[in-house]
């Protein structure tokens, strides 16, 4: 039951190359599948989500981070009546542009490219599905709906968006200089993703022992949970404690986000999607949920992601993507000739570098450098 504020296919503002239909799938589950078959996607299993992808088997990489951002997506998409097929597209595709080593990888991308304009895993992200995969005859990248586009590109610097509002006038770039908001659809992947990872981040922090559930007490959204598992079942411990107690948090936020979104739903009561794109932000938190998820993640980045160990190792990576950059700089030819043609070749560098494997950037940095690791 499709609702009338959400996204449907047959009135898609369409593809950049014009196609004719699928005979079976609609145009939003077709740019599901695109994705799914992409090389980009692929990769995602070996790039790092906030721990080193040789660092333990059982952590999340960007790909099983993605997966559980599109099975959020998928059930509070189906229970507000909007398109689960975009959703799960745009979930999937939400993090195709990441550099390899996650944000230090980013960060340190953006610093060689700071000259050249820059470097950003958003705007990287619709790069890879408007251009860099190659995969048809008849045109660069995917050749995805706008409305997947759209939800792929999350945030944009203006003065990206004026870039891309040049090349596509009234396109994808548009919103961010005239501050309108997304599909529902779209609004729907960005609180998705940011619940998957404030839940996965304290199992793996928990279970790699860089952070502890007595440091946890201090995080009142994740504790009231723990005591409530606690209180039920006294004997729990361990892992089943851990997943419990998180599993309880991320259904209340899911149940959180239907009842707030329901409530702006019937408060703005938009028409159609492109209501939906001039009123504020309608897929959203209660007051009291933001501020909680805003305390968890306050918590993460100080207790796990700006752990010493973890600091120790993006230091490490951020070295590693410096010295690449440097080094493709100085000998184009050590790419392939798809990337040392090109013209603007410090754009090229960076497209080829976060198109990289974790593993792969780092064989690469050993082999034109003669530097390996530290421990
Ligand atoms: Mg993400």
């Known amino acids: ?66 997966l559980e951002v599109a099975q959020l997506g998928r ?17 999937l595709a939400h993090d195709l542009g990441h550099t390899p080593f996650g944000h230090a990888g980013q960060d340190a991308l953006n610093d060689c490219m700071a000259p050249y304009g820059g470097f950003e895993h958003n705007l990287q992200s619709l790069r890879v599905v408007d251009g860099l995969e190659e995969r048809y005859p008849q045109f660069d990248g995917l050749n995805l709906c706008f409305e997947t586009r759209e939800g792929i590109l999350k945030h944009c610097s203006v003065r990206n968006a004026q870039m891309l509002e040049a090349l596509e006038p009234g396109g994808v770039g548009a919103r961010f200089l005239r501050h309108g908001q ?73 149940y959180d986000v239907l009842h707030s979104s329901q409530a702006a739903l019937q408060h703005h009561a938009p028409a159609s999607v492109n209501d939906v794109r001039t009123l504020p932000p309608l897929v959203q938190f209660s007051a009291d949920m933001k501020a909680q998820s805003t305390a968890l993640k306050t918590f993460l980045l100080h ?40 013209d603007n070749l410090p754009r090229a560098v960076a497209d080829y570098i976060a198109g ?17 690791a530290p421990l």
């Open 1 to 66: 039951m499709l609702a009338a504020y959400a996204c449907d296919p047959a009135q898609s503002q369409g593809r950049r190359f014009t196609e004719s239909d699928a005979p079976t799938r609609n145009a939003f589950q077709r740019d599901r599948d695109r994705i799914v078959h992409s090389t980009a996607f692929r990769r995602l299993v070996y790039k790092t989500q906030v721990f080193l992808n040789h660092e333990g088997d059982l952590f999340r990489t960007r790909l099983t981070h993605s």
């Open 75 to 91: 059930s509070l998409a189906r229970a507000l009546g909007l398109h689960e097929d975009l959703v799960e597209a745009i979930a």
């Open 182 to 254: 997304p599909s529902l659809e779209a609004q729907l992947c960005n609180l998705a993703d940011e619940m998957a990872y404030n839940a996965h981040d304290i199992d793996d922090g928990v279970r790699s022992g860089l952070i502890t559930l007595e440091q946890l007490q201090d995080v009142p959204l994740f504790e009231h949970y723990r005591q409530q598992v606690q209180a039920e079942f006294s004997q729990l411990t361990g892992r089943r404690l851990l997943y419990e107690s998180i599993r309880r948090m991320l259904s209340d936020q899911v």
């Open 303 to 342: 207790q796990l992601y700006r752990h010493p160990q973890v600091l120790q190792t993006t230091e490490w990576a951020k070295q590693v993507v410096h010295e690449l950059f440097a080094a493709y700089l100085d000998q184009p030819q050590a790419m392939p000739d798809s990337h040392a043609q090109r």
């Open 356 to 372: 990289m494997t974790d593993r792969f950037a780092s064989r690469e940095h050993a082999r034109l450098t003669g530097k390996t």
